[in-house]
Each structure stands twice: as C-alpha cells, then as structure tokens.
C-alpha cells in the first residue's frame, strides 16, 4: 500500500456482501488512509434479491448502521446506479479513493468492473480486496491448470493453504463532514414479504455481535458432536450461521481460523465442519468458472432430460405450500416460509422428491429459494440444486433418489422435526408451525380448506417414473 497520503484523505468504503468491521480488508485499507465514508448502495443488484434476502439485508445494514455510531460514525445510504452513486459521492466528500470487498457472481463481476473503469477514468484511485472468500478462485487449478470439477480433488488442494488470520476491526476517523444520507426505513426493503416478514424476522439475529456469538457458541459446545449430528433434523447441531456468513456479518476466514484452532484442541467434528466451509467455496470456485451454472444444466446433454418447466403445475405449487402429503417435505418447505431458512439435509429432501418424484425442473426450485431463503446465495444455491438434480458437479456413478420417508426415519426417528413444523391446518398443532398460517399469502388460504392426508404422488410411483424417465434420457 502506498504511503503518500494525507491525513485527510477521504476513502469511501463501499459495502456490499461484507457487512462487518472485523476482518474487512477493504475497510482497514481505508482507514490506514484516513477518513473513511461508509456507503451502501441500494442498486439494481440489490432491488433484484428476492424477498426474503432483502428482508434480511434490511436487518443487516440496520445493525452495520448502529455499530458505525457507536464508534462515532455513519452509514451513508444512498440509490441509483452504482458508477454514479458513487462518482457523486466522491465529488461531495472529496475523495480520492473507493475501496471494496471483491464479488464473483457474474452480474457482480459486470457491475463491479464498470464502476472501475468510471472512477479511473475520472482519476480516482478504485481498489478491490479480497474477503469474501478463503481462496480466490483464479488461484486454484488442477495440475493441468484446469478448475476442478469434483469437490474431494478441490477439497485436498486446498486443506493445507494458509489462510491469512483474520483482521481485528480498525478505528475509524469520520469525514470533517458527514454527506445526506437516505433512509432504511424509505427504502422499504422488507415490503415484498408482506405479512411474512415479522414471522421470519422473529427467528433471525442479525448483526456481527450476534454472528460472533453463535460462531464461539458452536465452537465451544457443538463442533465435537458436528459430524455425528449435523444431519438429523430434530437437532439444533449446525453453526446456524449461513445468513451471516452471506451477507459478511461474519467471514469465512474467522471461521476457518476457528475451526482450526478447535481441530487443534481436539473436537471430533472440526474437520469436517472445515469441509463445508470449503463446501462453499467449491461452489463460488464453479460459479467463477461456469458461470452459467444457475442458468443451464452443468452436466452436458442434459437439456433433454425431462422435467416440466411450467411453474403453474398444480404439483409445483402443492411444493411451495408444504402441501405435498408426504410429512418431511411439507415441514421442511413450512420451516422455509416461517424461518426463511431450512435444515440442510431437509434442503436435499424437498430437492430430490421435486426433481425426481415431481419431475419438476430444478430451475423452479433454485427461483423459489431464491426468494424464499434469508441465506440465499447465487454459487451454493446453484450448486446444490443441480448436484441433487443430477446434472450438476457430483461423483456419484449412480441417479440419486432419496427416499422422504427413508430419511425422516432416520434423521428424524421421533418426528420432531415433522410436529415443530408441519400443521394439517390452522388452530392446530405446535404454536411454530401455527405461524405458517400467519406468514403465507392470503391468496393461499382457499387451499387449505380441507387437510391433504395422501401424497400427490405416491413415493414408489415418483420414484418409477424417475428411474424410467433417467433410462429414457441415457438411450438417447
């Protein structure tokens, strides 16, 4: 870094998916120059997120926003286009620099790269830092200096790296004067979940403070049990940290570092939470190097696969409402609408019984998630539809079909998970699955006028037509 400033060198920091002042190398960056503008930027990538995810970056920015008073400063919120939101910005507080925390998502990637252009060519300095993820995708590459395709190989290549430790937050100098600012609540960003929202927001702590707590809370008293425990659905096992981690509440670095240090003290189950931080950066690894991957089958030939893509089909909707008959899956789709959020092996469940029992195209499933989930993040969302799809990154020499059934005996052998969250209708049943009721559209009420006891499709049919329709696509 350069050490030819002055003290009163403004930097605007721009935040986006990094919405913390611990770790945040682009922050510390312009903090080492001098006075720092924090800024938030309301454009069209942002107004593009679904529901729930706009919800949950509303909770955010209102934590970032108190955090920076605390430490004497603000968060100036302002909309429009990026490039000139930004140029202008620059004009009225006289800086001379922008930093902010890298993207990789394709639409990211486009935005993020006019907006250098624009403040170059007006002679502003514009640096991007690392931060969002552990290892920069570009970086890691098989010993042909191809990207890897299979995650075991890209795990192996990347287990052993060093991962710089992470940043203590900096202090921060305030601008002489603070530029206007718009208003969280004018934005309105949590309108799109109507009477959903309070439903959702009830189960969300937002915030670094409360992204630190849970992550010393797992480490402290969950990690050793992790690998045994993390997939049965009636267990409170995981980190519980998703939408942190994808909003930048917390970053992977600090949970790496402190995996690391409960691998070293000897919990059971740290390694393999370090895999599914890898997990997630094996999914922005596939993104950055197909990046149509949440578009177009990953798989090649798999366009003839047959899957309907009409998202008026009665047995797509009856997904959506949890109104499916089979008990696992319409819990698991109830715990998305209450909590905006769902177990993750429940997440491969309520998959495989759409694109496989439902024959239903997965890109029906990636759009509802998307608008459904408070974690919601363009690579692992991908990712995970396609790899249970079939179609997607997976080592498997066999269709996969789980079983709903198979699986709720197993992971959730007392039915827990099924009575917290699944309610035949409304005034009855547990008083959280009784929210459902509070949180789904109006429109849907004349739906659940009478209980739905059979499955829409039968798990031994589902799975036939499956199995059939997979012989079919290979003798093409």
């Known amino acids: 870094m350069a050490q030819n400033h002055t003290q009163d060198t403004v930097t605007i920091h721009w935040f986006r998916r990094d919405l913390r002042l611990s770790d945040n190398r682009a922050l510390t960056a ?15 990538e942002v107004r593009g997120l679904g529901a729930a995810s706009k919800q949950r970056l509303e909770m955010s920015l209102a934590a970032l926003a108190a955090d920076l008073e605390t430490r004497g400063m603000q968060l100036i919120l302002r909309s429009g286009r990026a490039t000139d939101v930004l140029l202008q910005l620059a004009q009225e507080v006289g800086a001379k620099s922008v930093h902010w925390s890298r993207a990789y998502a394709p639409d990211w990637v486009a935005r993020d790269t006019e907006v250098k252009a624009a403040l170059k060519q007006t002679g502003l300095s514009a640096e991007s830092f690392e931060g969002t993820l552990l290892f920069e995708p570009w970086t890691v590459q ?3 200096g191809m990207p890897y395709r299979v995650y075991t190989p890209f795990w192996k290549a990347v287990r052993s790296r060093v991962v710089d430790a992470p940043l203590r937050a900096p202090d921060l100098k305030p601008p002489s004067v603070w530029p206007q600012s718009e208003t969280l609540s004018a934005w309105g960003l949590s309108k799109d979940m109507r009477r959903g929202a309070a439903v959702v927001a009830a189960h969300v702590q937002a915030g670094e403070s409360a992204a630190q707590a849970k992550l010393s809370t797992f480490l402290e008293e969950k990690v050793v049990a992790y690998q045994a425990a993390r997939d049965f659905l009636d267990r409170a096992a995981t980190s519980d940290l998703s939408d942190a981690l994808t909003f930048g509440e917390v970053s992977p670095a600090q949970l790496w570092h402190g995996g690391h240090r409960a691998m070293q003290q000897g919990a059971a189950g740290a390694e393999h939470f370090l895999k599914e931080v890898v997990w997630r950066e094996f999914a ?17 030939g798999w366009d003839q696969f047959e899957w309907s893509e009409d998202p008026d ?24 609408y209450i909590t905006g959020k769902m177990h993750n092996r429940a997440r491969m469940i309520v998959a495989s019984y759409l694109t496989k029992h439902l024959r239903m195209h997965w890109k ?16 692992s969302n991908a990712m995970g539809w396609q790899w249970v799809a079939g179609c997607g990154p997976d080592a498997a020499p066999y269709f996969r079909i789980f079983n709903p059934d198979t699986q709720a005996d197993k992971f959730d052998p007392e039915k827990t998970y099924r009575r917290r969250w699944f309610s035949h209708k409304d005034g009855e049943g547990s008083a959280t699955a009784q929210t459902f009721f ?20 039968s798990l031994p049919e589902g799975r036939a037509r499956a199995l059939a329709a997979y012989e079919a696509f290979k003798t093409q």
Do not use: Y
Not at 439 to 444: G, I, K, R
Not at 446 to 452: I, T
């Open 30 to 44: 312009a903090a080492a120059q001098g006075p720092v503008v924090p800024v938030f930027v309301l454009d069209d």
């Open 142 to 144: 098989t010993g042909q």
């Open 284 to 300: 922005w690894h596939l993104l950055w190097h197909f990046p149509q991957l949440p578009h177009a089958n990953w798989r090649d």
């Open 313 to 336: 089909h009665p047995h797509f909707q009856a997904w959506c409402r949890g109104r499916t008959g089979v008990a696992v899956v319409d819990a698991a789709m109830r715990e998305l």
């Open 364 to 379: 029906l499933g990636l759009k509802w998630f998307a608008d459904c989930l408070i974690d919601w993040d363009p690579a």
């Open 438 to 457: 509070q949180a789904m559209p109006v429109s849907w009420e004349a739906r659940f006028a009478h209980p739905q006891m059979q499955p829409i499709v």
